[in-house]
């Protein structure tokens, strides 16, 4: 028991197809996916569409999802029915749908029980001049309603600007979608329900994908919070310590530019870690971008050392 909770769980993630996908997570991050269309990485996930693979160590070959289940004291004994967030890794092409995520009731009610989606970005990377859509001009529901009825997407939607380094919040009923070109990492509650407002007309094997009109319009948040809101640059962080992106009601997420070395406890109920840049060590295993952990409940001090960038993440 104790010598688990000393292995640092490295992770096989698992890659998704996607209409709007790229090849920068095999070319940049060296995952063995065919294909130039992979737009996911869910590099730390339990979920059944993504159940990540434990790549060493006393669990090897063991999915997350198992770990969860058979050891949850590397997990502090939370009291959750399932591994309660995921981390991400995400390059698109081209603009993803327009759409929205419901909260924990909503989905409960409407989706067979599962959690509802909150998630955050943080941007990798993005062209000179990219944008996202976060938010929208509806003043009423009334409004929003007419809007989407008669298609008039641009009036409705708010495309924002975005560069590296900048930090987006997408609460459950924010209108959103990553524009093309950008690549990120999103943390976020363990649940795969999004609502497809508009897809520019794409056809996905001949036939336009199913849209969720109704159900978007029941859980889109009037009026939408301000742009600033909901989108703040935060590539200046102090190096060499854990700082905090955002902390909420699910999950808290931190940024990590480690220069020369670094050391820290790891006193959370389990620590997900994800490589984004560079290269290093980790109580002198060797890590580098691409690679996903979780340092379990109780590991104890870690000790950084390297030129990297992690995005890390607790409840």
């Given at each position: 028991m104790n010598q688990l909770k000393k292995e640092i769980l490295f992770l096989d993630p698992v890659c998704t197809h996607n209409i709007w996908g790229g090849s920068r997570l095999r070319e940049e991050f060296g995952y063995?996916?065919?294909?130039?269309?992979i737009?996911?990485?869910?590099?730390?996930?339990?979920?059944?569409?993504g159940d990540g693979t434990v790549r060493c160590g006393v669990l090897a070959g063991k999915k997350l999802s198992e770990v969860w289940e058979g050891h949850r004291e590397l997990f502090g004994n939370l009291p959750c029915e399932q591994l309660p967030i995921m981390a991400k890794l995400i390059d698109a092409r081209q603009d993803l749908s327009i759409q929205v995520?419901?909260?924990?009731a909503y989905a409960a009610a409407h989706e067979n029980g599962s959690l509802g989606k909150t998630e955050?970005?943080?941007?990798?990377?993005?062209?000179?001049?990219?944008?996202?859509?976060?938010?929208h001009n509806a003043g009423t529901r009334e409004e929003l309603a007419a809007m989407i009825h008669e298609g008039?997407?641009?009036?409705?939607?708010?495309?924002?600007?975005v560069k590296r380094g900048d930090f987006i919040q997408i609460d459950p009923g924010t209108v959103h979608a990553i524009g093309a070109g950008i690549l990120l990492m999103e943390m976020q509650q363990s649940s795969d329900i999004t609502y497809r407002v508009y897809d520019y007309d794409r056809l996905s094997d001949g036939k336009p994908r199913e849209l969720h009109i109704d159900k978007s319009i029941d859980v889109i948040t009037v009026p939408a919070k301000p742009e600033e809101e909901s989108v703040r640059s935060v590539k200046d962080q102090p190096a060499n310590q854990l700082n905090v992106l955002y902390r909420g009601a699910y999950y808290t997420m931190f940024q990590l530019k480690v220069q020369g070395e670094t050391e820290f406890?790891?006193?959370?109920?389990?620590?997900?870690?994800?490589?984004?840049?560079?290269e290093g060590t980790?109580?002198?295993?060797?890590?580098?971008?691409?690679d996903h952990m979780i340092l379990p409940c109780g590991y104890g001090g870690v000790a950084v050392?390297?030129?990297?960038?992690?995005?890390?993440?607790t409840v």
């Open positions: 063995p996916e065919a294909g130039d269309d737009g996911e990485c869910w590099g730390i996930s339990a979920h059944p569409k995520h419901p909260g924990d955050s970005w943080y941007v990798i990377d993005a062209p000179e001049g990219a944008t996202l859509v976060v938010g008039r997407w641009e009036e409705l939607i708010r495309r924002v600007p406890e790891q006193e959370y109920p389990f620590l997900f870690f994800s490589v984004i840049a560079g980790i109580n002198g295993q060797p890590v580098k971008k691409g050392r390297g030129e990297l960038e992690a995005v890390a993440a």
